[in-house]
């Protein structure tokens, strides 16, 4: 094959090139920041290149992108454990490129004014590209005003919450309307936390008055029906007032079901799940530990993981976030003090996704590799508007890889992970391979599963929808 280059090259030779299309052996050659072409293996013989890699016997991955996390992020009386250089190291050790945080509008504030601010938090200390999604508290016409500057400024995702109007953070009914109507206008999404406050009120109530403080009581207290009735009342919003939706952390049997034939009828509405919905039930709030495995969504059951597992193989789902959100063991127990209500709920998981989706998806074979791919970096940027730079390896593509060996197994440990936590929520698991090397950009930021990366390598990604 005949290919004019410049610049500083890499040749990765003989991997299995992994796409949402499906998976071949192939060459790749990166160029710059670039991937510059593909070949059949051989295809490249006699070109001099700077570098070049062997991956026989390796899985190369597009880059994943994470569009739901929570950095540096203030949350019941602490702060999550990571910031964006521990937490972007992480993310880099577990195959991630890119990720999508949150900045929050401050009560009857500037969302515009916050999202600088939070950038500023991010600039020149991330080891891999970023990008920021707005939450919206209010709807007022300030707010509104402010969605078409989000969207100019390359963060047109957005989400509000139908829950937790204790602390001030619920969008009522007619609030979710008006946003819907400014992102139809204006062409953003809408990602959105289902589930049905009064319901919870109501739940949440009832287990305490009865002395119900321990940990399971939380998953009793937030039931699935709470998340149903949400999403079945945003499904009927959508019927209205048709915007780009994306449901986040969908975590029950019934919502993929409800998400299904809403799609079926054509509404634009998207889900995701989170790892840990898809590995652990909340057996584990009754467990060991059970307090660091509280989440809101709670975990849920076996059928629910089995249900999630086949919306992710027929389609339906279309995404596996991390909602990284751990808090420190310290002040978990501390502020929880044996309550369930009082314990700031979160996980961190944002290294453990591929490990995870690629044993218990791809191994035990519920998922495709492709759809490994697919979930994890295409969709994602497809939809939150990061395609076509990521979210594939073809020419013209970020060379965002991922060189994954899939022999061998190991123990997943706290220990033995890099994120900044004693606590792995997948304590003792036994990972079918693991992340040998990751470029962003062409660049090393993981080297045979080392950190070489530099914090400040990694840049702000301008996104823009494309639906
Ligand atoms: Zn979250």
Redesign the pocket.
């Known amino acids: 094959m005949e290919v004019l280059i410049s610049g500083k090259t890499k040749l990765i030779l003989g991997g299995e090139v992994a796409s949402a299309a499906g998976s071949m052996r192939a060459d790749l050659l990166i160029e710059g920041e670039k991937i510059k072409a593909q070949g059949m293996p051989g295809a490249f013989a006699g070109l001099e290149v700077d570098e070049t890699i062997d991956a026989s016997g390796k899985l190369l991955l597009p880059g994943l992108i994470d569009p739901?996390l929570?950095f540096n992020s203030p949350f019941m009386g602490t702060v999550s454990v990571h910031d964006f250089s521990n937490g972007t190291a992480a993310a880099a050790f577990g195959g991630i490129t890119t990720l999508i945080d949150f900045s929050t509008q401050p009560k009857g504030g500037s969302i515009m004014g916050n999202l600088s601010q939070k950038e500023g938090e991010a600039e020149g200390k991330t080891y891999i590209d970023w990008s920021m999604s707005g939450i919206l508290l209010d709807a007022s016409p300030e707010t509104l005003a402010e969605i078409p500057q989000l969207i100019r400024a390359g963060c047109p995702t957005y989400k509000c919450f139908t829950t937790y109007k204790h602390s001030g953070r619920l969008m009522d009914d007619a609030g979710i309307f008006r946003i819907l109507r400014t992102t139809a206008e204006y062409g953003g999404m809408l990602m959105i936390h289902c589930e049905h406050d009064a319901t919870i009120d109501r739940c949440l109530e009832k287990e305490l008055s009865a002395g119900h403080f321990a940990s399971i009581y939380h998953a009793r207290s937030r039931p699935a029906a709470a998340e149903n009735m949400a999403i079945q009342r945003l499904v009927e919003m959508l019927k209205q007032e048709p915007a780009p939706s994306y449901v986040?952390?969908t975590s029950t049997a019934e919502s993929v079901e409800i998400i299904q034939m809403a799609r079926a009828q054509g509404l634009p509405i998207h889900s995701e799940t989170c790892t840990h919905y898809l590995a652990l039930t909340e057996e584990k709030l009754e467990g060991p530990n059970s307090q660091f495995y509280i989440c809101s969504p709670p975990l849920r059951t076996q059928r629910d993981v089995d249900a999630l597992w086949q919306g992710l193989a027929t389609g339906c789902l279309e995404v596996v976030s991390s909602?990284d959100?751990g808090v420190p063991t310290k002040d978990n127990l501390r502020l929880g003090q044996g309550r369930f209500d009082k314990v700031p709920s979160g996980m961190s998981g944002i290294e453990a996704r591929l490990s995870i989706l690629y044993t218990e998806g791809v191994h035990k074979g519920r998922i495709s590799l492709p759809r490994l791919v697919e979930v994890s970096s295409t969709n994602i940027a497809r939809l939150f508007g990061l395609y076509p730079e990521k979210g594939h390896l073809g020419p013209g593509a970020d060379a965002d890889v991922v060189i994954y060996d899939p022999s061998g197994s190991w123990a997943m440990t706290s220990k033995s992970l890099h994120m900044n936590t004693d606590f792995c929520p997948f304590e003792g698991w036994t990972i079918q391979g693991h992340v040998e090397s990751v470029l962003c950009r062409g660049a090393y930021v993981i080297r045979d599963g080392r950190l070489v990366g530099k914090p400040g390598h990694g840049q702000r990604a301008f996104r823009r929808l494309t639906f």
């Open positions: 739901h929570h986040v952390h909602d959100a």
